[in-house]
């Protein structure tokens, strides 16, 4: 026990401090995409409003997106602005999961 501490100390000991990094503002790279639901064009403009955003990268085949759907529903619900972006998936099977467990998403 005492020669882990030690060696955890000296494998520690050399790592630099971090700072805390500064608020800065940073630039989304151009893009345009068409939204799954409404099919019109969805361009980096959806960031430059000045509220925050989460942006859910998801596919109704993905194990773990189902498993935080209701999550994002929660989050939705209290007022969180959710951009989900479908990822390699098919688009009819994309609208019917958000049609069967309830769209989360703004875009």
């Not at 969180?80 to 875009?107: C, F, H």
Request: proline share 3%; glycine share 4%; hydrophobic share 40%.
């Amino acid at each position: 026990m005492i020669a882990f501490a030690v060696v955890a100390t000296i494998a520690l000991s050399d790592r630099p401090n971090v700072e805390l990094s500064q608020q800065r503002n940073l630039s989304i790279p151009e893009f345009t995409a068409t939204s799954l639901l409404s099919g019109n064009d969805v361009t980096q403009q959806v960031f430059k409003k000045e509220q925050y955003k989460l942006l859910n990268v998801w596919a109704s085949w993905c194990g773990i997106c189902k498993r935080e759907h209701e999550e994002l529903l929660q989050l939705a619900e209290l007022g969180v602005v959710i951009i989900g972006l479908n990822y390699r998936d098919n688009n009819q099977a994309a609208r019917e999961y958000l049609s069967s467990k309830r769209n989360p998403y703004t875009e």
